[in-house]
């Protein structure tokens, strides 16, 4: 399945990967719960996944404390 990482503060591509579904279950995306990802998880039409991330751009400019970025949104970040 293919996924593309999408910045979710600036939009960039990050990158786009090939991965299994045992893989995508290795970085925390589990497809048959993908809805509980909705959010930040898009299943185009096509079966590609994508995930809103941050670029490594934006993580440095983000005085994030907390290691929980990757799957979780800040309610007052825009
Ligand atoms: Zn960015």
Request: net charge negative.
């Amino acid at each position: 399945m293919k996924v593309t990482y999408i910045c979710d503060r600036c939009g960039a591509l990050i990158g786009a990967l090939s991965l299994t579904e045992d893989e995508l279950q290795q970085i925390g995306v589990d497809i048959l719960t993908v809805d509980l990802h909705e959010d930040i998880i898009k299943s185009a039409e096509t079966g590609a996944l994508f995930i809103y991330s941050l670029c490594d751009h934006c993580v440095e400019a983000i005085p994030l404390h907390e290691e929980e970025w990757f799957f979780r949104r800040k309610p007052n970040v825009h």
